[in-house]
């Protein structure tokens, strides 16, 4: 049973960074393709980006292109996001996922993933 824990939230100002971190326990994640997607109040969850299980394939949603990466350290059976530039409209509870194959296609639905986390909350103030 793969076991997802998120790390790493808080409440900072924008334009400042925040990594998250997403630990597996209970089995090894390092052969999962993995993501993190992200649930505004009121909102649907939705994706925010995913990676491959060897970290050699990414992808972002368009709204976090270029401020966030993905990343992986199978080493620490961990998946990371850092996130720069903060933005108001990046606060959000932010979910981690796995899945076994990373496929382009259906990474940025909910509906790929049967492992997820319980959610660490970002807030980033204006």
């Known amino acids: 049973q793969v076991q997802l824990v998120e790390s790493g939230g808080g409440l900072v100002q924008a334009g400042a960074s925040l990594r998250l971190s997403c630990a597996g326990s209970?089995?090894?994640?390092?052969?999962?393709?993995a993501g993190w997607f992200r649930q505004a109040p009121g909102k649907e969850r939705e994706f925010v980006a995913a990676?491959?299980?060897?970290?050699?394939?990414?992808y972002y949603a368009d709204s976090v292109k270029g401020r966030f990466t993905i990343s992986r350290d199978n080493a620490k059976n961990t998946v990371y996001l850092q996130m720069n530039s903060l933005k108001p409209e990046d606060t959000a509870v932010y979910y981690c996922?796995?899945?076994?194959?990373?496929?382009?296609?259906?990474?940025?639905?909910?509906?790929?993933?049967?492992?997820w986390g319980q959610g660490t909350q970002v807030t980033v103030s204006s």
């Open positions: 996922a796995a899945r076994t194959q990373f496929t382009i296609g259906v990474m940025p639905s909910t509906y790929a993933y049967p492992y």
């Open positions: 209970g089995r090894t994640i390092s052969s999962y393709a």
């Open positions: 990676i491959n299980w060897s970290g050699g394939n990414t």
